[in-house]
């Protein structure tokens, strides 16, 4: 079983439309997580930590559900500029090992 | 601060050749790292540095060097150029672990012919 596995889409949605993805992780001593977002042939930036009480930034929600080992990030309101691949990375708590998914791809149509 | 910085953004090699990719940052991150992410994949881990003078294998190092003379540069060297190394070749740097968001640089397209 992989580490991290995410659903590699694509999600075509239209503008305006709520979307998620998940991450789900293997190991229980998975410690931090992570989304980035990576645009078409560009390096991956960082989108945003995911706490373990949630966390919002502006129309971006991102949450871990430890019982089930899953991280989620929804997007509320698609914007044409959220066209890109989200990667998730989830880091164990030994600090030595980190896993990257290897991405949801997501297109926002007009 | 420019961040993380690679040269060169394009390059094409024959098989066989040698070249140097350069990694550079100036944020004083003492954790840097190679990654190359083949078309519609995800990133591989070449190698990854916690610190000047110390290096360490990732998921695929053959073909591979790396070293680390100081906080700032992390180059990475292809030797005997094989076509499966065709690829885009990311560095990126984190402040002080694994566990910290990490930066990337904008790449190297590599095409070996």
């Known amino acids: 079983r992989k580490e991290v596995e995410q659903d590699p889409g694509p999600f075509n949605v239209p503008e305006g439309a709520t979307v998620a993805f998940n991450c789900t992780y293997s190991?229980?001593?998975?410690?931090?997580f992570f989304w980035y977002r990576q645009d078409c042939r560009k390096e991956p930036k960082l989108l945003m930590s995911?706490?373990?009480s949630g966390n919002e930034d502006g129309r971006f929600t991102a949450q871990l559900n430890r019982a089930s080992q899953y991280i989620s990030l929804l997007i509320r309101d698609s914007k044409l500029s959220d066209s890109a691949t989200y990667l998730c990375?989830?880091?164990?708590?030994?600090?030595?090992?980190?896993?990257f998914g290897t991405g949801t791809s997501l297109t926002v149509i007009p | 601060n420019a961040g993380v910085t690679q040269t060169p953004k394009f390059r094409i090699l024959k098989i066989g050749q040698s070249m140097t990719l350069q990694c550079t940052q100036d944020?004083?991150?003492?954790?840097m790292y190679w990654y190359r992410q083949d078309p519609g994949m995800g990133l591989k881990l070449i190698y990854y540095?916690?610190?000047?003078?110390?290096?360490d294998k990732g998921e695929v190092p053959n073909g591979y060097n790396v070293s680390r003379s100081t906080t700032e540069d992390f180059p990475l060297r292809l030797e005997l150029a094989a076509p499966s190394q065709t690829s885009v070749y990311f560095c990126?740097?984190?402040?002080?672990?694994?566990?910290?968001?990490?930066?990337f640089g904008d790449g190297t397209r590599l095409s070996i012919l």
């Open positions: 990375v989830v880091i164990l708590n030994t600090g030595n090992q980190f896993y």
């Open positions: 990126a740097s984190s402040l002080t672990g694994f566990n910290q968001p990490q930066h």
């Open positions: 995911v706490y373990s």
């Open positions: 540095s916690v610190g000047a003078g110390i290096t």
């Open positions: 944020m004083n991150h003492n954790y």
């Open positions: 190991n229980s001593a998975s410690q931090s």
